[in-house]
């Protein structure tokens, strides 16, 4: 058993590892929201995110951030068993105050590996991708955080139910905000909303400039050498 927890860490210590976890994001991100939309169905959803951070906890390197990873991935687990449980408790607002932590703890692991050793290859690249799409996950939850407790937030062509089965409403309206699309069909209705969405939009044109400023100097002085 040991060592098979020793290989699955090794693993995702990897730089090959920023693929397999890519697939995933890609399926949060991108095919999630239409078989929410379709099915109307969120078991999926809750599974990916207890797997997501799970795996944050065989990422972190070092043992401060695989005890926080660890403290938080409870925290996460015992929220959703609270909320699924035939009980009258329900702590749906904490809850994504928690899965915000834990992807903002989940990037800041994902750019230690990331940028580790000052090495450049495909699988780095990958790794920045998957933060980006980190990024849109956070402004996503961020925005339905606002829903909940303003009781406004984003509006348009939709309609918010309040629950899971809004992933996909949240996660357009994040990734228009954060690629600097703009289609207008959705947009923020009060000041906390409107300014997350700036913020997003800001971090969407300066992270692939500073990141690929970043690698690119690694390359240089890695050809220096």
Not at 82 to 107: G, S
Not at 185 to 208: C, E, Q, R, W
Request: proline share 2%.
């Amino acid at each position: 058993m040991s060592n098979l927890l020793h290989k699955t860490k090794k693993y995702w210590e990897s730089d090959v590892s920023f693929i397999s976890l890519l697939v995933m994001l890609l399926i949060i991100v991108f095919i999630l929201p239409v078989i929410i939309d379709k099915w109307e169905n969120t078991f999926l959803l809750n599974f990916m995110f207890i797997a997501l951070f799970f795996i944050g906890t065989f990422s972190a390197r070092e043992k401060v951030f695989v005890i926080s990873s660890m403290i938080m991935l409870s925290l996460h687990l015992g929220l959703r068993i609270i909320r699924f449980a035939n009980n009258p408790y329900e702590f749906y607002d904490l809850e994504r105050v928690v899965i915000i932590l834990n992807l903002i703890h989940f990037m800041i692991i994902n750019l230690r590996l990331l940028f580790r050793d000052e090495e450049v290859n495909a699988y780095r690249i990958i790794g920045a991708v998957n933060v980006y799409l980190c990024m849109a996950l956070v402004g996503a939850f961020g925005m339905e955080l606002i829903q909940l407790y303003s009781g406004s937030s984003i509006e348009g062509n939709i309609q918010l139910s309040g629950a899971d089965q809004d992933f996909g409403d949240f996660m357009y309206f994040s990734l228009v905000s954060l690629s600097t699309v703009g289609f207008g069909d959705v947009h923020p209705v009060n000041t906390l909303a409107k300014m997350l969405s700036s913020f997003l939009s800001v971090v969407g044109i300066l992270y692939p400039a500073v990141v690929i400023a970043k690698l690119v100097s690694y390359a240089s002085k890695n050809q220096n050498n």
